[in-house]
C-alpha cells in the first residue's frame, strides 16, 4: 500500500535557523497536508496543497507540492522557540469514491534559545 | 467553536474489559476516522466512515468496531481489549473524505494492562 518517507526523524536547531523537512513517496497523490502536533493534543493543521508544483505559505511556513505528486517539502524560516513539536505531512489519495489519508512517521522538532 | 470532542482523554482498564471511546464533532461533517498514533509509526488508520451508515476498515482494523448512527458521532468500541492496543487514538473529520482537510481532537491515552 502507500506509504510516506518523512526525513529527518528528529532536528535540534538552535532558535533563528532556518528548518526543511521533507516527505516522498513512490505513489501519487493528490493532496499534501502538513501538521503540527504539540505534547498532549492533536495534530493541527497548516498548510494544505491541492496541485502538483503549489507553493503555498503560511507566515513562516513554507510547503511546496511536486511536481511529481509523489513529494512535498515544509520549510520554517527563523525558527523560535513555539515552534517546537512533532510535524507530520500526509498526503490524501482518492478511493472508494472517497479519499484516504496516509502520513509520514513525523520529524520531532527542538528549538534551542 | 468548531471541535473534535473525544471522551475519555486517559483511560486505564485491564484484558478483556470492554471499552467504548466517543468522539462527536459540531461542524457537520461527513467524513470521520479513527487512528491510532505509536512511536516511529506516524498516525495509522483504523476505520473511517464516509457518511451515516456507511463505515469502512482502515489500515489497521483488527480488534476494533464502528458505528456511525448520527452524523455527528462516531464511536471506536474494543470488544475484547488487549495490551497490545495500548495507543493513543485520534479521531477525526472532514467536510468530506476527498480533498478537504481532516480536523483532530485532542486524543484519548489508553492504557491496556
Known amino acids: 500500500g502507500q506509504q510516506l518517507n518523512q526525513s529527518p526523524q528528529s532536528m535540534f536547531i538552535q532558535e533563528g535557523e532556518d528548518v526543511s523537512m521533507n516527505c516522498t513517496s513512490s505513489?501519487?497523490?493528490?493532496?499534501w497536508l502538513w501538521y503540527k502536533q504539540d505534547p498532549g493534543e492533536g495534530p493541527v493543521l497548516l498548510i494544505a496543497?491541492?496541485?502538483?508544483?503549489e507553493l503555498t505559505s503560511n507566515g513562516r511556513l513554507t510547503a511546496q507540492f511536486g511536481i511529481t505528486r509523489k513529494d512535498s517539502f515544509l520549510n520554517i524560516s527563523a525558527s523560535i522557540p513555539s515552534d517546537v513539536g512533532i510535524y507530520f505531512c500526509?498526503?490524501?489519495?482518492?478511493?472508494?469514491?472517497?479519499?484516504?489519508?496516509?502520513f509520514g512517521q513525523g520529524t520531532e522538532l527542538s528549538v534551542k534559545p | 467553536e468548531a471541535q473534535v470532542t473525544q471522551n475519555p482523554r486517559y483511560l486505564i482498564t485491564v484484558t478483556g474489559k470492554k471499552l467504548t471511546v466517543t468522539c462527536s464533532q459540531n461542524m457537520n461533517h461527513e467524513y470521520m476516522s479513527w487512528y491510532r498514533q505509536d512511536p516511529g509509526l506516524g498516525l495509522r488508520q483504523i476505520y473511517y466512515s464516509m457518511n451515516v451508515e456507511v463505515t469502512d476498515k482502515g489500515d489497521v482494523p483488527e480488534g476494533y468496531k464502528v458505528s456511525r448512527k448520527e452524523k455527528r458521532n462516531f464511536p471506536l468500541i474494543l470488544e475484547s481489549p488487549s495490551p497490545n492496543q495500548t495507543s493513543l487514538y485520534f479521531c477525526?473529520?472532514?467536510?468530506?473524505?476527498?480533498?478537504?482537510?481532516?480536523?483532530f481532537g485532542d486524543g484519548t491515552r489508553l492504557s491496556i494492562l
Open positions: 500526509a498526503g490524501n489519495y482518492y478511493y472508494n469514491q472517497g479519499g484516504k489519508l496516509i
Open positions: 477525526a473529520s472532514s467536510l468530506s473524505g476527498r480533498d478537504q482537510p481532516q480536523h
Open positions: 505513489s501519487i497523490f493528490n493532496t
Open positions: 496543497l491541492y496541485k502538483a508544483g
